[in-house]
């Protein structure tokens, strides 16, 4: 999985936060609110990424209400498979990848793993 292009995460990030289907002019708005984007532009990288599997839409009218396919986490995840995928020796990434955790952070792994070996026993 590559990681998403400049404008792709732009439109993802505003459909992740806003939590709500939004239309492109919606999001061309809000990103007209800190620099400068054609409505065309958006319109053609929302339906790159609807294409992807992205982005869900449904219409209204004659505009498309988008939704993310995906959680931001589960992209998040897909990141970390695909850079753990790039190691010859995953336990060894891993190690690297635990030991710049906060503990905070281990603690939630510890939870998650105890949660999928639940979910994996019979």
């Known amino acids: 999985m590559r990681r998403l292009g400049h404008l792709e995460a732009e439109i993802m990030d505003r459909l992740w936060t806003w939590d709500r ?3 492109v002019r919606q999001i061309v708005d809000d990103i007209n609110q800190t620099r400068p984007v054609a409505y065309t532009t958006v319109m053609t990288v929302t339906n790159i990424l609807f294409t992807k599997g992205w982005l869900l839409r449904e219409r209204q009218g004659r505009a498309w209400l ?7 986490e589960a992209y998040a995840a897909a990141l970390m498979e ?3 995928g790039t190691s010859r020796d995953r336990p060894a990434a891993l190690m690297h990848f635990v030991e ?3 503990p905070e952070e281990i603690d939630a792994l510890h939870k998650a793993l105890r949660s999928v070996g639940r979910q994996a026993k019979p």
Do not use: I, K
């Open 21 to 23: 289907p939004a239309t």
């Open 66 to 72: 988008y939704t993310p396919a995906r959680s931001r």
């Open 82 to 84: 695909d850079g753990l």
């Open 100 to 102: 710049n955790m906060t």
